[in-house]
Structure formats: structure tokens, C-alpha cells
């Protein structure tokens, strides 16, 4: 399993139980394909530099998690039919490299 990084944009529209219950769908479409969420920060909402959709602000959620590279292309294509994500971005989170000591 990798780590991967996910950046979700969810609709401003949305009480703050809704936006709840929409990423509380996003963790359970990951487990759902045998991911794990490692963390979890809501970052609350932003405004956009250009408008998506009619929107000109979302609801920033990113999450770090563990799944395999087969289950990625699912996890993406689930995200992108939930009608309450703007837009999701699922990469592979980079590598820590250890610090030598002279």
C-alpha cells in the first residue's frame, strides 16, 4: 500500500452537517476499496481565483491515507460522481528522505 494525498473542494452551499456527512461518504467510498485515512484536516472554506461552476468558494478538505495503486483509479472515479465535491486531487504523497549526519 502507498500513501497518498487527497484534496477535496466541497459545494459552499452546504450546511455545516451536510458538509460533514458528504466527507464522512468521501472516508467510506476510500474503505470501501480497502484504503485506510491516516489523517484529516478540515481547512474550512476559501475563495477561489476564478469561479467553478457558479461558485466562488468551497469547502477545502485534505486528507492523507493508504491504498493501493489499483484501487486509486476507482477511489477518483467514485469522487467525481458525488455531486457534493467541486473537485478532488488524489496524489501520491512524496517520500521523506532521511537527513545524513556528517
Known amino acids: 500500500m502507498n500513501t497518498y494525498e487527497l ?12 458538509v460533514g456527512e458528504a466527507v464522512e ?14 489523517a484529516e484536516d478540515r481547512l474550512g472554506r476559501k475563495k477561489f481565483s476564478h469561479a467553478v461552476g457558479k461558485n466562488r468558494d ?7 491515507i ?3 495503486p489499483e484501487s ?7 469522487l467525481k460522481l458525488q455531486e457534493t465535491v467541486l473537485r478532488s486531487l ?13
Open 72 to 78: 486509486v483509479k476507482v477511489i477518483n472515479h467514485n
Open 7 to 18: 484534496m477535496l473542494i466541497i459545494n459552499p452551499q452546504l450546511t455545516d452537517a451536510e
Open 58 to 64: 468551497g469547502f477545502y478538505v485534505y486528507m492523507k
Open 66 to 68: 493508504k491504498a493501493t
Open 90 to 102: 488524489l496524489m501520491k504523497a512524496a517520500v521523506e528522505q532521511p537527513v545524513k549526519k556528517a
Open 25 to 38: 461518504k468521501s472516508k467510506k467510498i476510500l474503505t470501501d476499496e480497502k484504503g485506510e485515512v491516516l
